[in-house]
């Protein structure tokens, strides 16, 4: 980038988490539309917010109703929605938030690329586990009959890969258990990793 050069601020992040009293971080949910990351990561959040802590939660739905309102799902679309919300979640983090994001987030790179924009130990990947026939059982918005139906193209389990994640910090199995059970994984394990108070 020609002509730009990063200016450095007085308050940084860390004087934003000092003020804020806890560590910010990126838990980022993904897994096949269905599988229960929006429910999980609301649900967490009010957990969060009952604890004393700030949080953003980005949801696939929602930001492709607006920053992403330009885009589909092609690989390339995919990419470019992923690395914007990267972009956003690395600001809100850069603020001293916990966000939280739920994106399908199909492709292992893109996931990568996103971990590799943040500090050790602030993204936190959440691989929200439940079989594609659960999840096409569930089918909330009906999208799995449309995707079978051939009216959706590139759906994600369908006619587009999941590529699951092979050492995500959580691996929730979301189903056959209640949704507090998930929750009860996630609280543990931003204990043990020094995100919240034992
Ligand atoms: N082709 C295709 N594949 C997957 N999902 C689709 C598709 N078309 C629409 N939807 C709906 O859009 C939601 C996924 O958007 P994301 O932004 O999370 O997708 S991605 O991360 O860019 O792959 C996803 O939301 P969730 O069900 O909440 O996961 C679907 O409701
Ligand atoms: N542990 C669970 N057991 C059974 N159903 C669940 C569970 N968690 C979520 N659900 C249901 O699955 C559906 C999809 O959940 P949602 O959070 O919208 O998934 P996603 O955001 O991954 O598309 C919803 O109807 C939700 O109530």
Request: hydrophobic share 40%; net charge negative; proline share 4%.
């Amino acid at each position: 980038m020609n002509n730009i050069v990063w200016h450095s601020h007085h308050i940084d992040q860390a004087a934003r988490a000092a003020q804020k009293g806890h560590k910010p971080a990126l838990l980022w949910f993904t897994g096949l539309s269905g599988s229960g990351k929006s429910t999980l990561a609301g649900a967490l959040e009010a957990a969060l917010v009952a604890r004393g802590i700030h949080t953003y939660l980005l949801d696939g739905d929602n930001v492709r109703h607006g920053l992403c309102s330009d885009l589909g799902f092609t690989p390339s679309d995919r990419q470019e929605n992923l690395r914007r919300i990267g972009e956003v979640a690395k600001l809100m983090v850069d603020a001293g938030l916990v966000v939280l994001a739920a994106f399908v987030s199909p492709y292992r790179a893109e996931r990568q690329a996103i971990r590799e924009r943040f500090a050790e130990g602030e993204f936190i990947e959440v691989f929200v586990d439940v079989p594609l026939a659960e999840c096409e059982a569930r089918d909330p918005k009906g999208l799995y009959q449309k995707a079978r139906a051939g009216e959706i193209k590139h759906f994600t389990g369908i006619d587009d890969p999941y590529e699951a994640p092979a050492a995500a910090e959580v691996h929730l199995q979301n189903h056959g258990v209640d949704i507090n059970t998930g929750v009860e994984q996630l609280l543990a394990q931003l204990q043990a990793c020094g995100l919240l108070p034992q």
